[in-house]
């Protein structure tokens, strides 16, 4: 009997536990808390340590993550408003056409920008953890989705 209950409460344990890793942006760190200058600040600090920068890189690498930064925000600020307000629907197969075009039309641009920006060797290593974060960023996706799925 003492092992059945004991077996119980791990078991209920590990049920805790494992609920607690899936909590919705446990890896975020409270980001979206700061503002688009703050963001872009961090991430033009992370790429000048990673891709050795200069002054005037960062300077111009500044304002296009302050853009994208600024840009991101207002998206989500606007995709919050209509889920609070519930005017949230399902778009279209036309409208998610519209939106992957859009976001891939504003990629070609970012990819064109950083192109212009920086060297040829720091190119190459930035299209490098370019292509780490979208295969992360996949991944996380995917399990998110996953979670969604059994959650409902």
Do not use: C
């Not at 399902?90 to 939106?99: D, G, I, L």
């Amino acid at each position: 009997m003492k092992k059945v209950i004991l077996l119980g409460l791990l078991m209920i344990g590990f049920i805790g536990l494992a609920q607690n890793d899936r909590g919705e942006n446990r890896n975020r760190g409270n980001l979206e808390d700061l503002s688009p200058e703050q963001m872009a600040t961090l991430q033009t600090k992370r790429m000048t340590l990673a891709l050795d920068l200069n002054e005037a890189q960062q300077k111009q690498l500044q304002k296009i993550n302050l853009d994208q930064a600024t840009s991101r925000k207002e998206k989500m600020d606007e995709m919050k408003e209509k889920r609070e307000s519930g005017e949230m629907t399902k778009p279209s197969s036309e409208e998610r056409y519209a939106m992957q075009t859009s976001k891939m039309d504003k990629q070609i641009a970012h990819k064109a920008q950083m192109k212009q920006l920086l060297s040829k060797e720091q190119y190459e290593k930035w299209e490098k953890m370019d292509r780490r974060k979208g295969h992360h960023k996949s991944q996380r996706e995917h399990r998110s989705k996953e979670h969604h799925r059994t959650k409902n």
